[in-house]
């Protein structure tokens, strides 16, 4: 699995991010090896927002921004900057569960 994150400052609008982001989310949507995908707003700093996306493989990632409706369509850089990153998980986790993908088995807490 990777993880795309991409940290998001505001040059424009907040409501025309959030238009732009629904329709790219809509095409993401749609493509093969999404898991999920969520746009988060700071609460300490509503110029920020974090668009976080994981997908089961990097090529999946990387064949869905490669298309042609994905290249020309409406950019989030039009009313922000961005800082990216692709990532992979070092450690996961959920209620009573840490796992360190790649590592070990997950093991119970608590």
Same mark, same amino acid.
């Given at each position: 699995?990777?993880?795309?994150? @991409? ?43 974090? @668009? ?59």
């Amino acid at each position: 699995m990777v993880v795309f994150v @991409n940290k998001l400052t505001l040059t424009g609008p907040a409501e025309r991010l959030e238009q732009i982001y629904e329709a790219v989310a809509e095409f993401m949507a749609a493509q093969p090896g999404l898991v999920r995908f969520q746009l988060l707003r700071s609460e300490s700093d509503p110029a920020v927002y974090f @668009n976080v996306a994981e997908w089961v493989d990097r090529e999946s990632f990387d064949r869905a921004r490669t298309q042609e409706k994905f290249v020309s369509g409406a950019r989030v850089g039009e009313v922000s900057t961005g800082d990216r990153h692709i990532c992979s998980v070092a450690f996961d986790g959920g209620p009573g569960q840490v796992r360190r993908p790649g590592r070990d088995q997950a093991r119970q807490t608590g």
